[in-house]
């Protein structure tokens, strides 16, 4: 503890040396034009899980108390579908807190609605953090040519190998390629083995394949979706998933199935030999299936490459705060680079690109995922994101249970995506 | 006829109780698979064979439930809002009741049938206007606000069933007052409530189960930790990517007990309560 | 009109404002927190409406319900729930009235059945919701277990959760397993308050027990059937979470039912206006069923139970 809180005072002091005269982050958070003169309460709303609240609450919060002595930090957990209801119903009464911790696909929804904040231009010391940050995961936050927000925290879909049911089949490598995929399906299905296994196909499930394919749900400034979701590399990502299910190397829960068994469960058991999934899976297979030991790789390449998506969360100030400086004070604190390896070590990976080094020192297997994030797209960052990706979710899962062509599935997703750009 | 032989009687009993025992073992269940999951470590929650009782007990989830969040603090919030809110709407209930079974009135038809209509009504459908409205009486994270709506929430089914109880009320006994000089507040305090304890015993548990699982009202109109009750501190066990379902269950099941035990107390008031048959007996 | 005007002789005629100092205090805050937000819900329903503070709000009439109607996933959401309700209702009068009848005597651990036949009804929604969902998972479930590997009645693993009518099966077990306790109780009030008069005088008359059921027992409850039905059928129209918990409306929307395709559409995809759309054209066509049923029964919710 009085360690974390030494470490702080000499990052400032450090700060203050290297940065000057400049408004620093860390100038900004300890220097005097920040400073509300008369104690406000800021309130935090977040979804960190019961193994990341202490090190926020034990550790962060009193340390950014200490530093500024005028602010107090409130902090209100939800579970996380609890928080995104709490925002919306919250946002119509202007009853939300200060800060926000929120899921990416969020972010362009309470931007449009002018829920939160527009930071560039408004808060000392965004430029400067901005550039501390993954362009990926500061494009999250990016709606109608300003920001509103800041990344917190970050994570992506990399494979988790079974390599015990792998060898079943006589295969010592984890599958690098959709080619590899392809050779190793009619192997393992010979053991009874499901080669991949997914929870959905949402655009956080199949959009890897599609990156990887080289295809795209809309063109780069998300204005159109027409030749794009259903553009003809688009459709061989969803063709490749549509044969291996076909083959039997993709099980029924992949199509929404609720009764399947899970890739927590069928990738540790061995009835599927690989899946995408984030960090967290590592502790929690360690405490649920303590003799498993994954194998990560990056995402099996196709013809534009390996691409996976960018999860995480995303720190923003409401545009109805009445303590803004002291809200963008607690951002730039939680951006900090002690802030972001204390919760780095409770399980958030880090979004400042400085702490790559230090990061992987912290938990060996966040090599995978930082490689895997240089080339990790964002979903489309548009309101309406949230029906999109149920368009593609219904669609993909149409073609793949071959109700119809991969191609007509995604020629009606490029129909009914198309309205909800505009 | 009646008589019957002796023997068929005895199969007759004994199949009675084979079925109760088949029903009540499939009615029970879900709970002892639920109960021993709560004694399990997370390495060990779902087992195939199940494990009724479990190999590794362990109390953890019990104390990390009670512990975590302070749990105990929104226990109690849920007791207080639970209790007023019952003792609230059983006396705004039992009064429109006694309005209906006792008065002819104006407009007595129109309000039995708007009283039906808010039991009809899918209460998902009503939870923004009710937030809105919630907003505009400054009832946004009040405990006060929880209480109202769910006074209001549980008024049209105990009218109704207290409505059917009063009715039976014998109005001599009423008469008998009247004579005396009793006002009908003083009847409906000093006769009607007293001789409808069974009824009102009954709308009460059926108010606070309610109350006491309520969820998504609680969800929305309460910001401040201090003021959540049991289910939401239960919801936030439930993690994005991984639940541990020893601390939901062992959560679920601390919840479960006052509930048993407030059943199990007045299981046979509250089976008179819903039979008119009480006051004849 | 209905059965639902007070009745019996002897009730003041002349009752001035006393019986609405009795209603003011509840109808007043029943007026306000429930009929109030009816008629919002149903103006909500007539706009495109913006959710946050400050964004567009257009009224488009009866766009919404139109709309519905060209909706298919609307119409199997609604086909859904009256499936539910087909399977549910029936179920739970029949079981609830068996266990009525066994319980109504003084026998042997009369009380402890009771509670353990009630213990369902008083546990959440999203507890046993959550608990079901396992129970019927495929690979790893307790129920798959005992009919494959325990009784082998089945070759293999059923998919319970996996596709549409399974899965409708699969919430409508839950739904009597929840439901039998509570038309049990009420039942039994009903029973305890059949003469045994009555039933004597059928047993000496020559009536054996089925005869004696269906000719004396079930007319003299028939308006506690009647309230059963009724709010069976209100309930398990409005059925939510068990759906929404135990498959999220998947696979691709089969299992959806009114009230989950209703939730995605305001809470996910922020679309109020077709949320109460869907909402307000449930709750009509729940009223118009139970008055339905109450022009059938005569009365039956009015009079409640007695």
């Known amino acids: 503890m009085t360690d974390r809180k030494g470490s702080l005072r000499v990052k400032r002091s450090v700060a203050f ?54 602010i107090i930090v409130k902090h209100v957990v939800f579970s996380h579908d609890d928080l995104y209801q709490k925002l919306l119903t919250s946002a119509m009464t202007n009853t939300l807190p200060d800060v926000v911790r929120s899921d990416l696909p969020w972010v362009p929804t309470f931007a449009q609605g002018k829920v939160f904040a527009q930071l560039d231009g408004k808060m000392a010391g965004f430029d400067k953090l901005a550039k501390t940050v993954y362009p990926g995961t500061l494009s999250t936050n990016y709606y109608g040519g300003h920001y509103y927000g800041l990344p917190l925290d970050t994570n992506t879909r990399v494979t988790f190998a079974n390599m015990d049911a792998f060898a079943k089949a006589g295969i010592t490598t984890v599958p690098k390629t959709f080619a590899d995929m392809l050779a190793d399906a009619p192997l393992l299905k010979a053991q009874g083995i499901y080669l991949y296994g997914d929870g959905g196909t949402g655009g956080w499930n199949v959009l890897p394949w599609i990156w990887s394919a080289g295809g795209a749900v809309t063109n780069a400034t998300n204005t159109t979706a027409k030749g794009y979701i259903n553009g003809a590399k688009t459709v061989s990502a969803i063709q490749f998933l549509t044969d291996l299910y076909k083959a039997g190397a993709i099980p029924d829960s992949m199509l929404g199935a609720s009764g399947g068994m899970s890739t927590y469960d069928g990738v540790a058991k061995g009835n599927f030999a690989m899946t995408l999934d984030g960090p967290w899976m590592n502790p929690i297979w360690a405490g649920g299936y303590p003799n498993f030991h994954p194998v990560q790789a990056l995402v099996p390449a196709g013809a534009g490459g390996s691409h996976s998506v960018v999860g995480g969360e995303d720190i923003n100030v409401t545009a109805k705060s009445k303590n803004k400086p002291a809200a963008m004070a607690f951002v730039r604190f939680m951006l900090s680079k002690s802030a972001q390896v204390a919760m780095t070590k409770a399980g958030q990976l880090s979004v ?20 895997q994030l240089a080339t990790a797209e964002a979903r489309t960052p548009v309101p309406n994101y949230p029906k999109i990706d149920a368009i593609i979710g219904t669609q993909v899962a149409a073609a793949m249970s071959g109700k119809v062509t991969a191609q007509a599935a995604m020629d009606e997703a490029a129909a009914q995506i198309e309205p909800l750009l505009k | 006829m009646i008589v019957g032989s002796k023997k068929r009687r005895i199969t007759f009993r004994a199949a009675r109780y084979v079925t109760l025992i088949v029903g009540a073992t499939i009615m029970i269940i879900p709970f002892l698979y639920l109960f021993a999951t709560s004694f399990k470590p997370q390495l060990y929650l779902f087992e195939i064979p199940p494990q009724f009782i479990p190999k590794h007990p362990t109390l ?80 946004i994270n009040s405990l006060v606000g929880l209480i109202l709506f769910y006074v209001a929430t549980n008024l049209a089914f105990n009218t109704f069933l207290l409505r059917g109880f009063f009715e039976e009320i014998p109005w001599e006994l009423e008469e008998a007052m009247i004579m005396d000089g009793a006002g009908p507040f003083r009847r409906f305090w000093k006769l009607i409530l007293p001789l409808s304890r069974p009824a009102l015993a009954t709308v009460g548990i059926f108010t606070f189960l309610a109350c006491w699982d309520e969820y998504v009202w609680a969800l929305t109109i309460i910001n401040d930790p201090d003021k959540r009750t049991l289910p939401i501190a239960i919801s936030i066990f439930q993690g994005q990517h991984l639940t541990n379902w020893g601390l939901v269950f062992a959560a679920s099941t601390i919840a479960i007990v006052p509930v048993i035990v407030v059943f199990a107390l007045f299981q046979r008031q509250f089976i008179h309560g819903l039979s008119a048959d009480a006051l004849k007996g | 009109m209905l059965a639902n005007v007070p009745h019996g002789p002897s009730k003041p005629s002349k009752a001035g404002f006393v019986p609405y100092l009795f209603l003011a205090p509840g109808f007043l805050l029943f007026l306000l ?54 399977f549910t209702v029936p179920l739970q009068i029949v079981f609830g009235l068996s266990v009525a009848m066994l319980l109504v005597r003084k026998i042997p651990g009369r009380g402890l059945f009771r509670a353990l036949f009630y213990i369902p009804v008083v546990t959440s929604w999203v507890v046993v919701s959550l608990l079901f969902k396992f129970l019927f998972s495929t690979d790893a479930g307790f129920v798959n277990w005992i009919l494959h590997n325990l009784l082998h009645l089945s070759s293999h693993n059923i998919g319970w959760l996996d596709t549409r009518w399974p899965s409708m099966i699969t ?81 691709q929307q089969q299992t959806e039912v009114v009230l989950s395709y209703m939730y995605h559409q305001a809470f996910q995809f922020l679309d109020f206006g077709y949320g109460s759309a869907l909402a307000f054209t449930l709750a009509i066509i729940v009223f118009a069923i139970s008055f339905v049923q109450m022009r059938l029964f005569r009365g039956g919710v009015t009079r409640v139970v007695r």
């Open chain 1, 17 to 70: 040396l290297v940065v000057g005269s400049l408004v620093s982050m860390f100038g900004a958070t300890y220097g005097a034009n920040a400073a509300p003169a008369k104690k406000v309460t800021i309130t935090f709303w977040t979804s960190y899980s019961t193994s990341e609240t202490p090190t926020l609450e034990k550790t962060l919060i009193p340390a950014f108390e200490k530093a500024n002595p005028n």
């Open chain 1, 352 to 371: 400042l690109s400085a702490l790559t080094s230090q990061v992987t020192a912290i938990h060996p297997y966040y090599a995978t995922f930082l490689k």
């Open chain 2, 60 to 139: 953890s989830n019990y104390t990390d439930a009670w512990t975590s969040n302070s749990f105990g603090h929104y226990f109690a919030n849920s007791v207080f809002v639970s209790l007023v809110s019952t003792v609230i709407a059983a006396l705004l209930s039992a009064m429109m009741a006694y309005a209906f079974a006792r008065f002819n009135f104006k407009g007595q038809n129109l309000m039995f049938w708007l009283l039906l209509v808010g039991l009809m009504v899918p209460g998902m459908m009503l939870l923004i206007p009710q937030y809105l409205l919630a907003n505009q009486l400054h009832l």
């Open chain 3, 33 to 86: 927190t429930i009929i109030y937000p009816i008629f919002r819900a149903l103006q909500i329903s007539f706009y495109n409406w913006g959710v946050f503070p400050g964004s567009p709000t257009t009224f488009v009439g009866l766009h919404q319900y139109v709309r519905e109607m060209h909706d298919p996933v609307f119409w199997r959401a609604l086909e859904n729930a009256a499936v539910y309700m087909v």
């Open chain 3, 171 to 251: 919430i409508g077990i839950l739904g009597v397993w929840k439901g039998v306790g509570w038309s049990m109780l009420i039942f039994l009030a009903a029973l305890m308050g059949v003469p045994d008069s009555l039933t004597e005088a059928a047993a000496i008359d020559g009536a054996g027990p089925w005869r004696s059921f269906f000719s004396v027992t079930l007319p003299s409850i028939r308006l506690t059937l009647s309230f059963v039905t009724i709010m069976l059928v209100i309930g398990s129209l409005n059925v939510f979470t068990s759906a929404f918990i135990m498959t999220g409306g998947g696979p």
